[in-house]
């Protein structure tokens, strides 16, 4: 009885763990781009206080364009990572089930 039940539940056991492993990775990725994002904010808030002149505003504004810029590829870079992570995770719910149903 106990080997049956064993059986049973190694499986969800298994996507659990799975589940949990890529949920800490997500909040991982969350609490970096939260992190550069403040960051970033701070910095571009002291940029934008030191701006004295026409060339100051001008070096201003071509540093948002770059910080946009980066702030763009990051995004796209996790989505990226996050599409992985799905396809990855579906795949290993579905090699988990068919191990469990295979006699």
Known sequence: MNAQFEKFVEPIKEINNLA?????TVIDMQLKSVEENAKIGIEQAKGATAINDAEGWKSY???QAEIT???NERLLENARTVVELGNSYTNEVQRIVKDAFTV
Do not use: A, I, P
Not at 20 to 24: P, Q
């Open 69 to 71: 810029r980066q702030f």
């Open 61 to 63: 504004l071509n540093t």
């Open 20 to 24: 949990v492993k890529n949920f800490e």
